[in-house]
């Protein structure tokens, strides 16, 4: 699905028209109409102020056009209801709700999310913990949090 299609699929369901949205986010309602019909698209500042009225992520805004994955635990960001938050209530794309929550990291330490981790996650292989916390220690340190 396309912005286009997204904005107005949005906008629609929650009933407001192009001027009620367009005094929300500070532009005209000319400019929702373009938005709408592909002509232009919304610049950055006006993307987060879109994701703020609908409540998605920019991400979601865009068509979802790359893949998220948390850079805590590596866990698919693939619904929005999984993407953490920042204590003003922006989504952060980063991270996943269960890794950074109320502008806080959760795990301080990457051992201490590789604890968790062999605590919870399943081990169909029957893996001893010590190659298991090899396995996560490995993944883990390809992701922007643990760099």
């Known amino acids: 699905m396309e912005i286009r299609e997204i904005l107005k699929r949005l906008r629609e369901e929650r009933g407001l ?10 532009v005209t309602r000319q400019a929702v109409s373009r938005w709408e ?3 232009t698209q919304p610049n ?11 409540d998605v992520s920019i991400n979601t805004l865009l068509g979802m056009p790359r893949q998220l994955y ?7 960001l693939n619904e929005d209801s999984f993407i953490s938050r920042e204590p003003d209530g922006s989504f952060n794309e ?4 269960w890794c950074y929550a109320n502008g806080a990291f ?22 001893p913990d010590d190659q298991r916390r090899a396995l996560y220690n490995g993944q883990l340190a390809h992701l922007k949090h643990w760099q």
């Open 70 to 76: 948390c850079q805590c635990c590596g866990m698919p």
């Open 106 to 127: 959760v795990y301080t330490t990457q051992e201490s999310l590789v604890d968790f981790l062999v605590a919870h996650m399943p081990n169909p292989e029957g893996l």
């Open 37 to 39: 019909t592909g002509q």
């Open 17 to 26: 028209l192009q001027e009620e949205l367009a005094e929300r986010v500070l």
């Open 44 to 54: 950055t500042d006006t993307l987060r102020l879109l994701s703020r009225e609908f």
């Open 94 to 97: 980063d991270y996943c709700k």
